[in-house]
């Protein structure tokens, strides 16, 4: 309609209905305007005010749900994860046979001749005999344990140094770096134990740099591509890989030792590695705006809800505002606890299951890896959980960080506390060391990504950091471990427990209190008004 300013004066009244459901964004308002003229209403007008075109389709599409890009990247970064875990701990399955001095072996072939070679000189060879011939190596238990500890120090070396990378030179090329040079070193390690033990310390420290790069990278590619109400669900479904190699490694790993020779183990996990890296360099990309298979709408989705964090990848780190910062503390302090008893199950459940349980080898092999598949279940469904929780605005995001934060480390530190009281069970003592890893995977939806949460421009670095105080932790936890079951193994594990849920209740308290989920002022991106 049509209508003209003709009277003296004119008042304008305007009246919004707005409407708004919970835990949805706000419906199309409607504007009434009254126009009046000389005092009396002449005219009524309804304007209804549409919503932008990105926050439609950011509330009425959510980018495909599972079937979407994200999800994909997801999974080939939880393929990633799994290729790394089982490198890293390939060498501590074949070291049992590498090291087994009960087999017949020539002390000659032991330095020189290599199993491969071997094998081409008589072609009418088969596997079982190639596996039979493998070569025994006279490495000592002191030796032995400078090998399995080179591949953390290489870790911690580039802990830091690749996060602050990867924010600069993107975390596609040095996570896919750190992948390609971790594999191609799992395929040399049989030769190289040939040339001598030197030569494999230098290889498992080269390879421990190059996972560091790679495990830091993946929370710059998350602070591009995962929605605030998904990054639960898509980092866990990622890191559940980890998790669930471990379990592989353990069931499949000593079978292949024995039906086809211990140098398999690092070939067929090498090569599927170099088949994970084929995958990331085509799949994986920096961002959703510069990936050339993405839908539109799951640009959308994606772009309008991360569009607040900065995308700038060169600044400045400000490292005085982030000593101050109480809440990044509680972060490396959760790292610091959930780590400690992490490291005490990996290292050492094959030997409390044979030592406590008086459980053969073949046994023990199958049961230490029960727990590691449950921990894959429960890094999964906890970021569900969490999710749904966050996308019903059932709880508010700290409480939900806080919430499955004190279900990571307090109910692993229960289990831990009841192991000792309940040895004489042998179900009840399988139970427990199940559902320790399990719980204590929660923490992945807790404080494990609470970086992305307050400071995402700097994930990858102060995920670095994180990481460095959680390897600390599990170098420390380790050799208190061995020193205490040393003395008296009875009283000893007692005490490894009752040491560890007293760290995890620590780390608890101190995140309960200083915690947050908020974007600090520090991580913000200053933008300049030109006058």
């Excluded at 990867?166 to 040095?174: C, E, T, Y």
């Excluded at 600390?472 to 061995?482: L, N, P």
Aim: net charge positive; with cysteine; aromatic share 10%.
């Amino acid at each position: 309609m049509e209508i003209k300013t003709t009277e003296c004066f004119w008042k304008v009244c305007c009246l919004c209905t707005v409407k708004r459901s919970p835990g949805r964004p706000w419906s199309k308002p409607v504007v009434v305007i009254v126009i009046c003229g000389g005092g009396k209403p002449r005219h009524k007008v309804h304007i209804t005010h549409q919503r932008n075109k990105m926050d439609e389709k950011s509330t009425t599409r959510k980018g495909s749900g599972f079937c979407s890009l994200r999800y994909a990247l997801a999974l080939i970064m939880h393929f990633s994860n799994f290729t790394m875990i089982t490198q890293r701990v390939s060498l501590s399955i074949a070291i049992i046979a590498m090291v087994n001095s009960t087999q017949h072996q020539d002390p000659a072939n032991a330095s020189t001749e290599g199993p491969v070679m071997d094998l081409l000189s008589n072609r009418t060879r088969g596997i079982k005999d190639f596996s039979n011939r493998a070569a025994v190596y006279q490495w000592s238990t002191e030796t032995q344990g400078i090998i399995f500890s080179s591949i953390s120090y290489g870790i911690i070396l580039t802990l830091i140094p690749s996060g602050y990378l990867a924010g600069i030179l993107g975390a596609k090329q040095i996570l896919g770096a750190g992948l390609l040079i971790s594999s191609l070193l799992t395929l040399f390690t049989p030769l190289a134990a040939d040339f001598g033990v030197i030569l494999v310390i230098v290889i498992r420290t080269v390879q421990g740099m190059a996972q560091g790069m790679a495990w830091t990278g993946q929370f710059t590619i998350w602070a591009k591509w995962a929605p605030p109400l998904e990054r639960s669900k898509l980092t866990s479904i990622a890191g559940s890989g980890a998790a669930f190699g471990s379990f592989i490694i353990l069931c499949v790993g000593g079978l292949i030792s024995q039906a086809l020779g211990w140098p398999f183990i690092f070939y067929i996990f090498g090569s599927i590695g170099c088949v994970c890296c084929v995958l990331w360099f085509t799949v994986i990309y920096d961002d959703p705006i510069h990936h050339p298979c993405i839908s539109e709408r799951e640009k959308n989705h994606i772009t309008s809800s991360v569009a607040q964090q900065s995308s700038s990848p060169r600044r400045s780190i400000p490292i005085k505002a982030m000593v101050r910062c109480l809440p990044l503390w509680a972060i490396f302090m959760g790292f610091f606890s959930h780590f400690w008893l992490c490291t005490i199950i990996i290292t050492y459940l094959p030997t409390y299951i044979s030592t406590v349980l008086h459980v053969n080898i073949r046994d023990s092999g199958v049961l230490s890896s029960l727990p590691f598949i449950a921990a894959s279940s429960c890094t999964i469904l906890g970021g569900q959980m969490a999710d749904f929780l966050l996308s019903r605005n059932l709880l508010s995001l700290i409480t939900v960080r806080k919430l499955f934060s004190s279900l990571g480390l307090l109910l692993p530190s229960l289990c831990a506390v009841a192991l000792p009281f309940v040895t004489s069970s042998y179900v009840a003592t399988i139970v427990l060391l199940i559902l320790i890893p399990g719980t204590s995977n929660l923490c992945d939806s807790g404080f494990i990504i609470n970086t992305l949460d307050v400071a995402p421009r700097y994930a990858s670095f102060l995920m670095g950091i994180s990481r460095g105080f959680g390897l600390t932790a599990g170098i420390i936890s380790s050799t208190t471990t061995g020193f205490l079951i040393s003395q008296d193994s009875e009283s000893g594990w007692r005490n490894v427990f009752f040491l560890s849920a007293a760290v995890n209740m620590f780390g608890l308290i101190f995140y309960l209190i200083f915690g947050q989920a908020e974007i600090q002022n520090w991580a913000k991106e200053r933008t300049l008004t030109r006058l």
